[in-house]
């Protein structure tokens, strides 16, 4: 064999290897490429989901837990004190934290959970009754001592439903848990 046909095949194959290792390049990088595209694309997607998941809680929280929450709250207070007929407290705060709670609930049914939403039927249906009884009773015309002393839906067939309370308030803790989880842990975020 002479020089030139050694040399010739070292360059042929030499230039053979080069292009079998630039085409496995290129495959591997447009492989990576797609890879990438791909994780990006998911992690784009978790993170859109993270983000819609945090402003329906957001929402949740400001628009119907925080108000119903407080305004149960401030009736249970109430009650706590009240211990004869008291029109101030029945209309300034019984009353009036009843309407917010029951207006709250029907304005804001679309951002209540599937899971909440029959509790909060019963709330509204109790505050129903109890806004009949109320204008029932307050306006029938017989002198103030002769009225009831305190207005009750549940004596009328529609307790208060406790379970609703209770499930309204063991959500709250949830999406505050949700949307606040170091400050639960006694840290600040």
């Not at 030499?14 to 591997?28: E, K, M, N, P, Y």
């Not at 304005?107 to 509790?119: D, E, F, M, N, V």
Request: net charge negative; with cysteine; aromatic share 8%.
């Amino acid at each position: 064999m002479d020089w030139d046909t050694i040399v010739s095949t070292l360059l042929g194959s030499l230039l053979s290897g080069t292009v079998i290792v630039v085409f496995v390049r290129l495959a591997a990088l447009h492989w990576e490429t797609n890879v990438q595209a791909r994780i990006t694309s998911a992690v784009e997607d978790e993170f859109k989901k993270i983000v819609e998941t945090r402003d329906a809680d957001r929402a949740l929280l400001n628009d119907v837990l925080g108000p119903v929450c407080g305004n149960l709250a401030r009736t249970k207070q109430a009650f706590n004190r009240w211990r004869d007929h008291n029109p101030t407290l029945e209309v300034k705060v019984i009353a009036e934290s009843n309407g917010v709670i029951r207006q709250t609930i029907l304005t804001k049914y679309h951002l209540i959970p599937a899971h909440l939403q029959g509790h909060a039927m019963d709330l509204v249906g109790h505050y129903d009754k109890w806004f009949e009884v109320f204008d029932t009773e307050r306006n029938s015309g017989k002198p103030e001592a002769s009225q009831a002393k305190f207005i009750f839906a549940g004596t009328h067939g529609v307790p208060f439903p406790h379970e609703a309370e209770e499930a309204f308030r063991d959500e709250l803790k949830v999406v505050t848990t949700r949307l606040r989880p170091a400050a639960i842990d006694g840290q600040h975020a």
